[in-house]
């Protein structure tokens, strides 16, 4: 991927680290904030030995096969204004994905892309923040794609659930050429952040794959039945318990029933 250079520019490139391999992109983009990284800094790694993602899971990032990129914004908003960056990031990276390869993906609530039901994407995003009373210092926010894996790459616990772009489309797709769609529609988003919620929230609803779904709502351990009902303006999920209570989930997470 030492070729992004070529496809987003010179300058643009001075704000890019690529790197073979790293424990956590996300990790190595904390140490460069706290050195006073600039906004828009972006490190990208072929392979991570130590990959995260939401709730305190691991990431699969084998080397060669996928995108483990992670940026740094610094907006100047309340924490609980930020939440919804999670769901802005889906918008802009299905869009990106659908660029570059010309099939856009689903997006699973909260952060989530998937095609033909598995997942090749997930979002895990972290506030930094060094004062409460100055509130958000930055975010990072944490990318990995499933990109040309072949069924065989992927340990047995995620078989089942996990897919690339390459096998649920039948064809290579440049890494390279993704992930400067990635930096494009990220800093697009830096830009249009929070201004312009319509255009995300559109695409976050027009590819959302869970509204009309029977799902669990999964909190402190345990599973609750509800059916989806809508998104919300703020890109929270209205959801209808099997006992007929409503409410609307911001965080947390939810698994979609089989059908």
Sequence with gaps: MK???????????EKVLVLD?????????????????PLGQVV?????????????????SPKGKGIYLSYLMKPE??????????????????????????TAPGIKWVNDLYMN???ICGILTEMIINDPADGIDSIIIGIGIN?????????????????????ETGRQVSRSELAACMI?????????????????????RTLNI??????????GGKARPASVLQINDDFSLKVKYSDGEIGDLSSGEISLKLI
Aim: hydrophobic share 35%.
């Design 184 to 204: 494009r529609e990220l800093d697009r988003m830096t830009e249009d952040w929070p201004g312009n919620k319509a255009e995300y929230l559109s695409t976050y």
């Design 77 to 102: 908003v309340a924490p609980s204004d930020a939440v919804s960056l999670t769901a802005w990031t889906a918008s802009a990276m299905a869009k990106a994905v659908e660029a570059a390869c010309g």
């Design 117 to 119: 039901g598995k997942k």
């Design 3 to 13: 070729d992004i250079g070529k496809l987003i520019g010179k300058v643009r490139m």
């Design 210 to 219: 869970t509204c009309g779904r029977e799902v669990n709502v999964i909190s």
């Design 44 to 60: 990208i790694a072929d392979e991570q030995t130590g990959g995260r993602g939401r709730l305190g899971r691991n990431f699969f």
């Design 21 to 37: 391999q790293t424990d956590s992109t996300n990790n190595l983009l904390k140490k460069m904030a706290a050195e006073g990284a």
């Design 147 to 167: 990109v040309n894996n072949e069924p065989s790459d992927f340990p047995e616990d995620i078989s089942g659930i996990a897919s690339s772009i390459a096998i």
